[in-house]
């Protein structure tokens, strides 16, 4: 069975720059969640999808950071401006229940 | 406000012996605790878990223990071996996961 796919694995972009991070769940996977995680932290939910809809995003600050789940499978995050606070890695996780999530490799993302 | 607390940040145990990692929680809502284990470069991989309704949980070499009254659970691994060594978060769910900060664990030869 294939794993949580996450692309790019690594970028490196200046402040005030977009950038966008793609994710592909477990396939049959209804739920879908973005994390971050900044260095010698653990990760921090930023927003769960089940199916198309949103179910929590309370922590994604939604002034720059964006994300979408289109047919219900593949997701992106965006950022747009990034801020040097930015820097971090972003997990992709899916579950078929909320207590054993399968995580991608992440993106680790540098803003200079 | 950290609601999963691992306050030791590494942590060095001799090969064939036991580790013992451990987690304090503040939120009494938590219905489920995980261990998740990470390597570098790679993503958290689901290791084990405990329902608040027991106090005790075990797969092979790895035991989870849950103290409810001391909002306190640990992972014991026995023995332990090189491939442990791997940063190891302690995780609470009360609808959505809250992680704490992790802890370094070296298997030393």
């Known amino acids: 069975e294939a794993g949580v796919a996450q692309s790019p694995r690594y970028k490196i972009i200046e402040k005030r720059q977009s950038v966008a991070f793609w994710c592909n769940p477990i396939?049959?996977?209804?739920?879908l969640y973005w994390y971050q995680q900044i260095l010698g932290q653990g990760p921090k939910l930023l927003i769960q999808f089940q199916n198309n809809g949103v179910v929590d995003d309370s922590q994604l600050p939604k002034d720059r950071f964006s994300a979408e789940r289109l047919k219900g499978v593949d997701s992106t995050l965006k950022i747009q401006p990034a801020k040097l606070e930015d820097s971090a890695v972003y997990l992709c996780?899916?579950?078929?229940?909320?207590?054993?999530?399968?995580f991608g490799p992440g993106t680790r993302l540098t803003v200079t | 406000d950290q609601q999963v607390k691992q306050n030791s940040p590494s942590l060095s145990v001799q090969e064939g012996r036991i580790s013992i990692l451990n987690c304090d929680y503040t939120?009494?809502?938590?219905?489920?605790f995980l261990w998740y284990k990470k390597y570098p470069a790679e993503g958290p991989t689901f290791l084990i878990s405990i329902s608040s309704i027991k106090d005790k949980n075990e797969d092979g070499r790895f035991t989870v223990f849950l103290n409810k009254s001391a909002k306190h659970l640990s992972l014991h691994i026995v023995p332990s071996q090189p491939g442990d060594s791997a940063v190891y978060f302690c995780a609470a769910s009360a609808g959505k996961i809250i992680f704490g900060k992790g802890t370094r664990l070296h298997i030393l030869p």
């Open positions: 996780a899916s579950s078929l229940e909320v207590h054993e999530q399968y």
């Open positions: 396939s049959g996977h209804a739920t």
């Open positions: 939120n009494s809502m938590f219905d489920y």
